[in-house]
């Protein structure tokens, strides 16, 4: 029986029609912004917040900016499309950020040991495990603001990792940092058996996924 | 929304636990590995709807029991938990 | 496994997906329907059990629920009362779509925790929140059919916590109920109220439960289910007045629908 699901007559989901060619195999769009959470939602207060690029080695120098030193950093507003691993799609969402590339830059300049692999880490202690080069060349951001207001706690705000070309699990909420490291180290859904990686149109859902 | 909200409990991973477990684990008592706080199994908070299950302590919000399911695989993260006690439905 | 202890074992059966099938379906409320399943393996539940209940679209798209049973056991069928979430994508389907005659795939019956048992002496007191009801339900015709010295070992006490009036779910049994001096039953409107309403017109608070609950010291079964913010609330509150947290049953539901 577990292995021939019965077919419910007329039940498909609430999943809407999209244009072909945007949505990835085996998604749905939504107009909703679901929220999932592996934990409770932090409250950090802006005063306590801040954000750290260590290398892996204690040894490393690191590099952390306070709230307003980030905010006083060049923003950007990319407007994107989110594709969660739970099979929603949402397009065109806004958001405004700081690039991950402007803060590595900084970092490299400090002399932050650098690595092929990053793990972001976030109040509530979830992490997520990315290749460098998925956070660099203008693929990824430290986003505090959606829809042209501040980033809601419920979806990650103050501030969130935005990594729109991998499923939406790697853009981590409540982000408060960056680990470079040299060798992957899956983080906290990677564990369990999600994807390192992790590319939507490659379907990389699960480890062993293509 | 609230995300407060999403938090549900231990009795909706019942049927999924039932795949681990001969018995029904709700009434099982369980040792929190974080800070040894114990409580019935069905009073962990669930979270992660939809990726796989998280059980927090409701204590100390240490995730105690992870589930996912992959292709082919239940995978399951019990290192949260330092000691179980399961109401015995033996006859004896 | 030693063979002769694995013999007296009443091992319960492997929790397996079945397809069951639609007897009737009720509409309750406006937005609740209860659905009577015929289960080819059924060995039976207890109240306050729930199903996990999974729907599977033609191209493989999979959405899977819990509802809890608000039939008795002794009722020899399996009903699950479903509350429609506009934006759920389960619960529109069984309020709208599923007709006698239909199967849906389901597991069950799940839980060991959040059940009442006769044998359980003392008062219950029940906190209802919305179809938080429903596995309450099942534990008040339980014990509606025990007989009348079993029931007096046990006086039972609603609190019910519904929008409105039309969305008390049950109303006319538990009407009759109420009338027949077989429970005490104290709504709460949290929104609108008919004109000349009487009872309850706000949220659950510390003054209700303090009026309407038994005191600590004659240590009620508390069974507490609802959206989680109530049941967070409402337990909170028991154990200030002095319940002992292992006698507060609490069970949470989700908005996902």
Known sequence: ?210 | MQTEELRLDGNAAGGVLRELFVQDMTAALGTCAGCGATGPVATLLEYGHGMGIVLRCPTCDTPVLRIVRTTGLLRVDLSGIRFLSIPSTIDE | MNEAIGESVATPPRLEWQVASVVSVTQETPRARTLVLAVPRWAGHRAGQHVDLRLVAEDGYQAQRSYSIASAPADGMVALTVERLDDGEVSPYLCDVVQPGDGVELRGPIGGYFVWEPAQRGPLFLVAGGSGIVPLMAMLRQRGRADVAARAQVPVRLLYSARTLDDVIYRAELEQLADASQAEVVLTLTRQAPPGWSGYHRRVDRTMLEAVSWPSSDEPNVYVCGPTSLVESVATLLVELGHAASRVRTERFGPTG
């Open chain 1, 1 to 210: 029986m577990a292995d021939k699901p019965f077919i419910a007559r007329g039940f498909h989901g609430r999943r809407a029609a999209a244009p072909p060619g945007r949505l990835p195999p085996g998604q749905y769009e939504t107009r909703d912004f679901p929220v999932l959470s592996a934990g409770p939602t932090p409250h950090t207060s802006l005063t306590a917040w801040d954000f750290t690029i260590r290398g892996a080695d204690d040894a490393s120098p690191s590099v952390r900016w306070s709230w307003d030193e980030l905010q006083a950093l060049p923003h950007e507003t990319p407007t994107v499309d989110i594709h969660c691993v739970t099979k929603w799609s949402k397009f065109d969402t806004k958001w405004e950020g700081v690039s991950v590339d402007t803060l590595l830059d900084a970092a490299r300049a400090a002399g932050v040991a650098n690595g092929a692999f990053v793990l972001a880490y976030c109040d509530g202690g979830y992490t997520t495990n990315l290749p460098l080069a998925d956070v660099t060349g203008g693929k990824a951001w430290v986003a505090f603001g959606y829809d042209g207001a501040p980033l809601a706690p419920e979806h990650g705000g103050p501030a969130r990792l935005l990594v729109p070309h991998l499923y939406f699990w790697k853009s981590a909420k409540w982000v408060r940092g960056l680990t470079l490291l040299p060798n992957d180290e899956p983080g906290f859904w990677e564990q369990l058996g999600y994807h390192d990686r992790g590319d939507p149109w490659r379907e990389q859902r699960y480890r062993g996924d293509p």
